[in-house]
């Protein structure tokens, strides 16, 4: 009896183990990733990755990976308005503004690579008037006002978002500032200023025609 005893008291123990240890591991997350501050919003991508926008900035987590696939900090800490998911497209904009709601900051990045295809500073904008993303071109057209080195130039660009690269940038004439979403076409761009509205030639910076409003 007392051998029978010990088993089954044995027994037991050995279950009691195997339900603690698995209770364990139900509650012990797979994976576990430091933002490095306070969690302001999370967005669950099409493409599956989770953005989190922090006090510290803006982070990237692919799901089933033991690393952050990005960590954005250029701009601080991250408001949930200040982004723009990009529908059918693996881009975030996030966008930024300064005194008297001049927006001074916009970067673009693919959530799907982790990669800064675009930001304001390192391609010398001071201000942006638009910044959009256009598809299926998979282009960004970006209008504002340039820094010193270009004397602060009213100008428009555009960069290719397969690789950060500029495709094109033209000059605007004077004060002329674009006031609504550009149209990018195969051969040109048509871009609607406060004075008209005209199309220009993105490989040679020529106007082509422009209408002025109110009249065809």
């Known amino acids: 009896m007392k051998s029978s005893n010990v088993i089954t008291t044995l027994?037991?123990?050995?279950?009691?183990?195997?339900f603690n240890a698995k209770a364990q591991r139900a509650v012990t997350p797979d994976y576990k990733y430091e933002v490095g501050a306070k969690i302001n919003d999370m967005t669950l991508t099409q493409g599956g990755t989770m953005v989190v926008a922090t006090n510290d900035g803006l982070v990237g987590i692919k799901p089933g990976?033991?690393?952050?696939?990005?960590?954005?900090?250029?701009?601080?800490?991250?408001?949930?308005?200040?982004?723009?998911?990009?529908p059918n497209a693996p881009y975030v904009v996030v966008g930024q503004t300064g005194f008297g709601g001049v927006i001074t900051k916009k970067a673009v990045i693919d959530y799907m690579s982790g990669k800064v295809?675009?930001?304001?500073?390192?391609?010398?904008?001071?201000?942006?008037?638009?910044?959009?993303?256009?598809?299926?071109?998979?282009k960004l057209v970006v209008t504002g006002q340039r820094r010193?080195?270009?004397?602060?130039?009213?100008?428009?660009?555009?960069?290719?978002?397969?690789?950060?690269?500029?495709?094109?940038?033209?000059k605007l004439r004077g004060s002329e500032i674009v006031t609504g979403r550009p149209l990018l076409?195969?051969?040109?761009?048509?871009?609607?200023?406060?004075?008209?509205?005209?199309?220009?030639?993105?490989?040679?910076?020529?106007?082509?025609?422009?209408?002025?409003?109110?009249?065809?």
């Open 11 to 18: 027994f037991c123990l050995v279950l009691l183990f195997v």
């Open 148 to 170: 010193a080195k270009d004397q602060y130039a009213n100008a428009v660009a555009i960069y290719d978002l397969n690789t950060g690269e500029q495709d094109s940038y033209i």
């Open 65 to 86: 990976t033991d690393d952050l696939l990005f960590n954005f900090t250029e701009y601080g800490k991250v408001k949930p308005e200040e982004l723009n998911f990009i």
């Open 185 to 216: 076409l195969d051969d040109g761009l048509i871009l609607p200023t406060a004075k008209n509205l005209k199309k220009i030639n993105i490989n040679t910076g020529a106007e082509e025609w422009k209408s002025i409003y109110g009249y065809i």
């Open 117 to 138: 295809l675009f930001t304001t500073q390192s391609n010398g904008w001071k201000m942006i008037t638009t910044c959009d993303v256009m598809m299926p071109q998979n």
